[in-house]
């Protein structure tokens, strides 16, 4: 009934782009950083995500480029494979079959054909020993090649590629863990184990966080968990080593980088503050604070311009050597804990949720993008720990994303709970949502749910506190001689029996508000705030409560704390049908009747698509992800899909994405979306190669032109530029040696034109029907049909070029014009 | 082991003086160590760090600059524009000379030891020629004539601070021609001697650069800050296996609160001293071969002998200060509380006597007398005995005016047990025996070093310990050869000679009843020889054999003092400054490795613990630092403790330096 396979759940974009280091290409042109199964490439100048690697099949844990060929890249993954690539143009070069789970890579200049990876001993992780070992890559023509020759370089190594760095011309590799730190000379095949005191002496905690070489000199430099930096040296010897230890870092050094060079030092961690040592003169030091979250990692680019930070907020920060920020690439941030919904801003269709601390981030799922944060606290975020800070716990649209509620507390251990409701208008014109009214302390207690009355004529929100009450909230005018102005204001307080509210909804039309207390629902007239009716199903307490829609808007339905399901039929006041099952999230789907609910049993979630109206799954997939679902949320899809089959017609016009437990964002995508997908990219592909430049606007036309052609009648026929002589003489001679730009565009232009020499129309009709008398006499075998789609590669190769009556009097005009502008651009040409 | 009653002083205030200026001697492993009171002590690195010699300041004298010339010689000059050489076995100046060039602000030697260099306040520079008995002028090197052949000016320090002037405060010169500067700014900067340009700087501190000090190899360099910081830097190739070095700031120590005055580095370790009046040993632990006793970071504040003697029986406290002695009746009370409890004071503590010396040399030993009716001190000129007489609440004290013409300066003073004796230890190794009574004062006889075939340098070294028997009958004194010697009172001439120990003896006592001489040495041996039968006893053939507790040697401090419970005759009680401990010599030894059941604590000793009722060796160290603990009569133990916040405070204000977190 339900065919298994056709919808996948898949990573869809949000995903951690802190994971690991992110590289530089030696250009600096571009920023690789692994994003989940993906390598994405960015470019720096731009921040824009230019290319996705995509072929793992698990999760990428390492990249590294290609020390013989900096224009590939290694990337190796949890799947057990090394995978090399050409990342300007996409391309999967090999794939090394390694077999074994890997953890990170690195890669050496004196080691050719070898790479080095960390691997759980006995490829066990659950074992916590890991060992740094050489992997030789065989030199073969094929696609894919098993790696199978390892050899063994460090025993006992910590997992995170931080901690394991190489030495100056590969000469030595030092690695960290604990208290140790090893350094294996490849030379003479010697280790030099080297260890700390352990005992926490004023404060000090000596257990090493990460490590890195000098790239000239013989220097360590560890970083520890009570924030000092130490540099070792003479580590070659058994006790005559040597290290100087600075502190600046309040707590753990999170990651530590050498400049290429090796003047400077870079280091980072919790506080937020990239600080520059130079090297050998530790004393003078340079920040770049308030960068806003913790950093992860730190980067340099290879020719030392760039330093990059990951932060732990998903942001990637590129910054200038002179301790300027230039850019900033701004993944899904994703915290601990995610307390508002996931929510669709129905104006931006971007997905909203709780972003930095006591903000909202608004990120667009169709660009995997953030689109922007909203300061909801507006408060200065202190990073210390034991601090309790305001953050936003709930937030709710309403249907035409024109106002915006947001609640936010504040709880101190000994202090009374504060909170604050505030209320967002969306102003046109500075195009962003402006605080309108703020509440403080609407509920004597936490807030458990608010939402918007979903008419067209927005006025109501409702709010209900664990105080027992629920608070209704409506706009009014509140204009004086100085403005015109309107503001929210209480207009109902209701309770029921001072039991704790916990949920509300608002029927589709408005007409009725569903409150649930405890056990208890109650259902409301919003205009009268006459109790209509109680539904309840003892002895659970109500969790999730929704109104059904479009034809099932007769329905309410509601989960219990006693695992079951239930709907309430609201004319008959009865209970509809009922099903024991564990839901522990349901999401209604605003464009159609279908609702989805999850239930995790033994630690994997479930999903069921159903109608309200049947209680028979509309869809049903087990074994979604691990873990209990966090939240979900439908979004409406800009171009509905055309799933015939019945089990994906659910995902027609909106897609349903949902937070795991370890805080992945997911997505149900159709076998038909892949597809589509996958084409699109690959044209898109083609069409970048082609440089954007006024010929190619131009040209575009003619294409489009041809396109129209074939599609039509076998009408003018337009060759692709790259045919044409004059063009490759100016796209391929050097730019300083070509004459003036005058003078090229009339002979470029000419040899666009169709000679003017006497010849009409007729006798290029004449060639073209000769030309079609030969391709038949060539594929005469062949059926008529084949005839248009072998036409246009036959055609590339013509050099008449045909064009219409119209298009000619553009290039006519094209020709009288002033070209000198052209003059700069010429060295811009590839 | 019994339960006491304590008497907790903390009114002795000791305040030791800052350190001016140190200086190593590696081919004898001593240090010289030069205080702001003009004081010198001489600490024997190779028998654990102890306190060898010490020699006595004097107002006059202020030390600038100190310095070793071969293995005995040592010079001091300072701000009196006097050049010193020492007499190091009397511990008194030989002999003084002025370099007439106004005050001496700093001394070095060649390599050669055959030239001093006194840098004086004029700008000048003295060349003095060293001859093997004196030291005798040679030049005079002036600033205006141009002999200096290269000229270096020091920049200004940093941002913020270049509108003060620098001030190079030390200067070091390598052999492979590179300078070191150590300046007011907070730089540690090399130069090049031949062309006389900056190599490199090293921004050290915020404050000044106080000392420097190259190590002998000449592979590292320590530098002393203001900020109590002592930086070090070291010679290192930046390719391992490169024969290319330059210096690197490598290790950073901070042991001292205040001004790093003087920083020195041996072999093992860097050590350090300045305005907070404490040595730091600190061990460099690559240079450490085992772990041993140089592996230990050590501080030493306090001196290596007894400053307080008691008088037993009127329960006073005699407190030698450099510049006088003060003399405390202890308090009393009247209530009797449980274990662990604090008494309430019903009677205060007195302090009965002041006595300022006379000249301007300082007390170097004093005594009181076990009645209480005598105190005796020395400086290095002359010996005072005064006679005190205590009625009730009337305090009187007259001097003996008439001492008899031998004394004249003495090492360690000491009454017999009936106070009718006084044994002085003069500086030329004899030990004096004068009668004293209300009357008179009479040389009774003088005991010479008897002199030793094979030791035949050994017969001149002035003693620096003595002890008497509680009958009597017997002396002995122990000198800076090892040598312990035992004298008959009564038919007046040396008994024997205990065998000797490459150790300094640190302290000693006789057993008041068994006769038994108990000595303690510098590297924590304990040794306990019958006087009569002329051998070590049963049972300190087997300490020697099973050893003490480990914890006993945990601090490494030697001990000071060594009393006997009379109580409990098979108890001795002894201290250094971290602990003391009671050794009951009637139970077991428990050797190095027993489990060690510590502390005296009331707490401890319930009935649910009796083994441990069994060890020889109990511990104390709640009461520290230590200067002193005796037992006085009825079960009342005196510990005089000196806490080290009380030293603190008494400092001047450390620079400021800000705090993370503050």
Excluded at chain 2, 110 to 117: G, L, M, Q
Excluded at chain 2, 135 to 162: C, M, W, Y
Aim: a negative charge; one cysteine or more; charged letters at 25%.
């Amino acid at each position: 009934m339900v065919e298994q396979g056709e919808i996948r759940v898949v990573r869809c974009g949000g995903s951690t782009i802190n994971y690991r280091k992110a590289i530089f290409t030696l250009d600096s042109k571009y920023l690789l950083c692994t994003s989940g199964d993906m390598v994405k490439v960015y470019s720096t100048a731009t921040e824009e995500c230019v290319h996705v690697l995509q072929g793992h099949t698990n999760l990428v844990t390492g990249i590294a480029l290609n020390p013989t060929n900096h224009l590939q890249v290694y990337s190796c993954s949890m799947d057990g494979t090394i995978k090399l690539w050409d990342f300007t143009d996409n391309i999967l070069i090999k794939t090394f079959t390694v077999g074994y789970k890997l953890l990170a890579l690195y890669t050496s200049k004196a080691h050719e054909g070898c790479v080095f990876v960390i691997i759980p001993k006995e490829n066990d992780e659950a074992l916590d020993s890991f060992q740094l070992v050489a992997v030789r890559l065989p030199k073969s023509s094929d696609q894919e090649v098993a790696a199978t020759e390892l050899s063994f370089v460090l025993n006992d190594v910590s997992q995170l590629p931080k901690c394991t760095s190489y030495g100056r011309e590969g000469e030595f590799v030092a690695s960290v863990k604990g208290l140790h730190l090893t350094v294996y000379f490849f030379r003479n095949q010697k280790t030099y184990r080297l260890s700390l005191n352990a005992t926490p002496k004023k404060g000090a905690n000596n257990i090493f966080t990460c490590v890195a070489c000098h790239p000239k000199e013989d220097c360590i430099a560890t970083g520890h968990e009570d924030g000092k930096i130490r540099l070792w040296r003479n580590f070659n010897r058994k006790k005559e080593y040597t290290h100087s230890t600075h502190h600046w870092h309040h707590s753990a050094v999170n990651d530590l980088s050498f400049t290429p060079e090796g003047t400077n030092l870079l280091s980072g961690g919790i506080e937020s503050v990239l600080v520059q040592w130079r090297y050998g003169e530790e004393t003078k030091k340079d920040f770049l604070p308030r960068l806003g979250a913790a950093i992860a990692h730190i980067s340099t680019s290879p020719e030392g311009s760039l330093y990059c930070t990951s932060h732990s907020d998903n942001k990637i920060t590129i910054i200038q050597s002179n301790l300027r920020v230039s850019a900033v690439i701004q993944g899904l941030v994703k915290g601990d804990n995610i307390k508002t919904d996931l929510m669709i801003d129905p104006r931006t269709k971007a997905l909203v949720l709780n972003g930095k601390p006591g903000h909202l981030q608004f990120y667009s799922l169709q660009h995997d993008k953030q689109l922007y944060n909203l300061d909801i606290v507006q408060q200065e975020y202190i990073n210390q720990s034991g601090l309790h800070q305001f953050d936003v716990v709930k937030a709710a649209f309403d249907a035409q994303g024109s106002w915006l509620a947001t609640v936010e507390e504040r709880k101190e251990k000994l202090a009374d709970l504060e909170i604050q409701l505030k209320i967002w208008v969306y102003k046109d014109e500075m195009q962003s949502f402006v605080l309108n009214t703020t509440i403080t302390s609407p509920h004597e207690d936490h807030i458990t749910a608010l939402c918007f009355c979903n008419t067209n004529e927005t006025t109501m929100l409702v709010t209900t506190g664990r105080d027992g009450r629920f608070k209704a909230w409506v706009l009014g005018d509140d204009s004086d001689i100085y403005r015109e102005s309107v503001c929210w204001s209480c207009d109902f307080v209701g309770t029921y029996h001072n039991l704790l509210a916990t949920n509300c909804c608002f029927s589709e039309d408005g007409s009725l508000l569903a409150v649930g207390f405890e056990q208890i629902i109650t259902i409301w007239n919003p205009n009268t705030w006459d109790l209509v009716c109680t539904f309840c199903q003892p002895p659970g307490k109500i969790k999730d409560l929704c109104f059904g829609r479009l034809s099932c808007s007769k329905y309410l339905l509601g989960t219990t704390t006693n695992s079951f399901l239930c709907c309430w039929n609201l004319l008959t006041c009865t209970l509809e049908w009922s099903v024991g099952l564990n839901v522990i999230l349901l999401q209604l789907d605003p464009l159609s009747e279908n609702v989805a609910a999850f239930s995790c049993a033994a630690e994997n979630s479930d999903l069921f698509v159903f109608r309200p109206n049947e209680p028979r799954p509309v869809y049903l997939q087990k074994n979604i992800c691990q873990g209990s679902v966090q939240r979900a949320v439908f979004t409406p899809r800009d171009v509905p899909e055309e799933n015939c089959s019945e089990s994906s017609q659910w995902l027609n016009r909106s897609q349903l994405y949902f937070l795991t437990r370890d805080m992945d964002l997911m997505t149900f995508s159709t076998k038909t979306e892949e597809d589509r997908l996958t084409s699109s990219s690959k044209q898109l592909l083609i069409e970048e190669n082609v440089p954007v430049t006024p010929f190619y606007l131009l040209l575009g036309k003619h294409r489009q032109a041809k396109l129209d052609a074939e599609n039509g009648t076998l009408a003018a026929q337009v060759q692709l530029p790259q045919g044409s002589v004059a063009i490759k003489e100016l796209l391929q001679t050097p730019a300083h040696v070509l004459p003036s730009a005058t003078f090229l565009c009339t002979m470029f232009v000419n040899s666009l034109l169709i000679s003017k020499d006497g010849k009409s129309e007729v006798p290029e009709e004449a060639e073209e029907e000769m030309e079609s008398e030969k391709e038949e006499d060539e594929t005469s075998d062949q059926e008529m049909d084949s005839q248009h789609k072998v036409k246009p590669e036959y055609f590339v190769e013509e050099l008449v070029p045909k064009l219409s009556k119209k298009e000619e009097r553009d290039l006519k005009r094209v020709r009288k014009t002033d070209y000198s502008w052209l003059c700069p651009f010429y060295g811009k040409l590839p | 082991m019994g339960e006491f009653k304590v008497h907790r002083v903390r009114f002795f205030d000791f305040m030791p003086s800052g350190i001016r200026c140190m200086a190593f001697n590696s081919k004898a492993d001593r240090l010289a160590l030069a205080r702001l009171d003009g004081s010198v002590e001489i600490f024997n690195f190779s028998n654990n760090y102890f306190q060898e010699k010490v020699i006595p300041g004097n107002d006059s004298r202020s030390i600038e600059a100190i310095c070793w010339v071969g293995c005995d010689r040592l010079f001091t000059a300072g701000l009196n524009g006097e050049v010193v050489e020492y007499d190091l076995e009397r511990l008194c100046p030989k002999y003084t000379l002025d370099a007439f060039g106004g005050p001496i602000w700093t001394a070095a030697c060649n390599s050669e030891e055959t030239h001093f260099a006194f840098g004086c306040e004029d700008g000048s520079v003295k060349l003095f020629e060293i001859l093997p008995d004196k030291i005798q002028f040679e030049r005079n090197l002036d600033r205006q004539k141009g002999h200096s052949v290269q000229r270096i000016l020091v920049d200004r320090g940093p941002a913020g601070t270049r509108n003060k002037d620098c001030v190079v405060w030390n200067v070091a010169f390598l052999s492979d021609y590179t300078i070191v500067s150590g300046d007011s700014a907070g730089k540690v900067q090399l130069w090049d001697a031949n062309k006389g340009t900056l190599i490199k700087t090293h921004l050290v501190s915020k404050w000044d650069v106080l000392s420097l000090s190259v190590s002998e190899n000449e592979d590292s360099i320590v530098a002393g800050t203001s900020e109590g910081t002592v930086v070090q830097f070291q010679l290192l190739s930046p390719k391992i296996g490169d024969t290319e070095t330059q210096w690197v700031r490598t290790r950073t120590f901070k042991h001292h609160t205040h001004d790093v005055r003087a920083v020195t580095e041996t072999r093992t370790a860097v050590v350090s001293g300045g305005l907070d009046t404490q040595l730091v040993i600190c061990p460099l632990m690559d240079k450490v071969e085992v772990k041993s006793s140089e592996s230990v970071l050590r501080k030493v504040i306090f001196p290596h002998r007894s400053l307080v003697s008691c008088a037993k029986k009127p329960s006073l406290l005699l407190f030698q200060f450099p510049d006088q002695l003060e003399l405390w009746r202890l308090g009393g009370t009247d209530t009797i509380g449980k274990p662990g409890e604090s008494l309430p004071v019903t009677r205060k503590p007195e302090k009965l006597l002041q006595l300022k010396r006379k000249g301007d040399d300082h007390i170097c030993c004093s005594t009181i007398s076990e009645c209480g009716h005598w105190i005796a001190y020395s400086t290095v000129s002359s010996i005072r005995l005064y006679q005190l007489q205590c009625d009730n609440n009337n305090i009187s004290i007259t001097k003996v005016s008439k001492l008899p013409k031998v004394l004249r300066s003495a090492h360690q003073l000491q009454f017999s047990a009936d106070s009718s004796k006084l044994f002085v230890a003069s500086e030329q190794a004899t030990i004096h025996v004068i009668s004293v009574s209300r009357s008179e004062c009479k040389h009774v006889h003088t005991f010479k070093p008897k002199s030793d075939v094979f030791l035949p340098t050994g017969s001149s070294a002035p003693v620096h310990l003595l002890a008497a028997s509680a009958d009597g009958q017997w002396l002995t004194s122990a000198n800076r050869h090892c040598e312990i010697n035992v004298y008959n009172l009564k038919k007046l001439k040396h008994h024997c000679m205990v065998p000797v120990y490459n150790s300094l003896p640190s302290a000693m006592a006789i057993h008041p009843e068994t006769n038994n001489l108990l000595v303690t040495h510098a590297d924590q041996q304990m040794f306990e020889f019958g006087i009569v039968d002329k051998q070590y006893t049963d049972w300190s053939r087997k300490l020697q054999k099973e050893g003490l507790h480990r914890c006993r040697l945990k601090w490494g401090t030697p001990v000071t003092h060594i009393t006997f419970n009379p109580q409990a005759p098979s108890q001795v009680i002894l201290h250094d400054m971290h602990m003391f401990c009671i050794i009951d010599q009637s139970l077991p030894l428990d050797g190095l490795k027993a489990q060690f059941y510590s502390q005296l604590t009331p707490k401890d000793t319930s009935e649910t613990d009796k083994p441990r009722k069994n060890n020889a060796l109990k511990i104390c160290n709640k009461y520290q630092p230590l200067l002193h603990v005796n037992l006085l009569e009825d079960d009342w133990l005196v510990v005089v403790e000196r806490p080290l916040i009380d030293i603190h405070s008494q400092l001047p204000a450390p620079v400021r330096q800000k705090k993370f977190g503050t």
